[in-house]
């Protein structure tokens, strides 16, 4: 029995070193890429099994010294990855002050609402209770669409996406929108959104909305196309000469070495850095879940409230941002910066991206 229990022991810190360095490997197939999402759950599991192996003092083999070293490393490893979004951080957004002034402040929910769930009146009754500037809604068909007019009916400006391939995406906004440019960056069955809207102090934001495919079989056997698609956006938006947000599911975790990358080039910040994981998805599996949805913005905003919504029977939690606009504060914020290699690397990641989509379209 215990000869059993060792080699069980064995086996999953085997599994447990490989699943955590895999992700390291230069290759963007999606089993290779899927090692990325679970991180936190490395950390436990590695953390367990260690404590096992040490319970069962079984250091004194010379195989099991190999693995104990890998343990240790791998939850090393593990543990600078998700640091940043624990509370031990430091906060990368700073809280805006109390008082800071209403007509600078944006707040935005993002809702992938799962177009086959069919319970829409939970997310009617969120959008109505916390009444946001901006929704944005993914996987919206024509179905959504209208089930969520007894809401949407009180946001006067919209950008209207139905689509029944669950790539369907809705803007709506009660602030002023100008420039709306609905865009296909590298798929054509794969919407995006680029818009400005008006604060109610009169200043336009630059905002982003992304939702590419996620790399699992299904829908994409690698991560090219996402990849390029994530950081093309933040090589866009470096170039703009507006405050900026870039939302919605990067189907994407916040700690991947693409978003890191995305941060990088695009030099805006992560909210969540310092305060906490807000895992979005999977909703139905507590032990399984991990940051997809995103509000990234850049350091014309201070942070007034961050939040992971209730449940609206999807598989994603919808999360919400309150920002505010204090661009004279700017500089108390430390924007992502980028390395020597952040350029090649922005450039051969999109490269990728395009010649997969142009292989596609052959």
Request: aromatic share 10%; hydrophobic share 40%.
């Amino acid at each position: 029995m215990k000869n059993a229990a060792v080699i069980a022991l064995r086996t999953v810190a085997t599994i447990l070193i490989i699943a955590t360095f895999v992700p390291l490997l230069p290759f963007k197939d999606w089993y290779i890429r899927i090692f990325d999402f679970p991180r936190a759950q490395l950390f436990v599991m590695a953390a367990l099994i260690l404590l096992f192996f040490l319970g069962m003092r079984l250091w004194r083999f010379g195989l099991d010294k190999i693995l104990l070293m890998g343990l240790v490393v791998s939850l090393a490893y593990e543990a600078v990855n998700i640091y940043p979004y624990t509370s031990l951080s430091p906060v990368e957004v700073k809280p805006a002050p109390a008082d800071a002034p209403e007509n600078g402040q944006l707040s935005i929910l993002v809702a992938n609402v799962y177009q086959y769930n069919v319970e829409h009146q939970l997310l009617v009754n969120l959008i109505k209770e916390r009444n946001p500037d901006l929704l944005l809604t993914l996987e919206t068909d024509s179905i959504w669409q209208e089930a969520l007019r007894p809401a949407t009916d009180a946001f006067p400006e919209r950008v209207t996406i139905p689509l029944s391939n669950t790539y369907g995406m809705h803007l709506y906004s009660k602030l002023p929108l100008r420039q709306t440019r609905i865009r296909h960056l590298l798929d054509k069955e794969i919407p995006s959104i680029e818009t400005y809207v008006q604060l109610r102090n009169g200043v336009w934001v630059e905002l982003h909305a992304v939702h590419p495919k996620p790399p699992v079989p299904t829908e994409d056997d690698d991560s090219k196309k996402r990849d390029a698609e994530i950081v093309l956006v933040g090589k866009e938006v470096k170039r703009s000469d507006y405050p900026v947000i870039v939302a919605g599911d990067f189907n994407d975790v916040a700690w991947s070495n693409t978003t890191l990358l995305f941060q990088e080039v695009s030099g805006l910040l992560d909210p969540r850095i310092g305060r906490g994981f807000y895992n979005t998805f999977h909703a139905r599996y507590k032990l399984l879940r991990w940051p997809l949805d995103h509000v990234f913005h850049s350091d014309h905003f201070k942070l007034v409230k961050l939040e992971r919504l209730p449940d609206i029977n999807s598989d994603h939690f919808p999360m919400m941002a309150t920002l505010s606009f204090e661009p004279e504060n700017k500089y108390e914020q430390k924007k992502p910066q980028p390395d020597e290699d952040t350029a090649e690397e922005a450039t051969k990641t999109i490269e990728e991206g395009k010649v997969e989509a142009q292989e596609e379209d052959d």
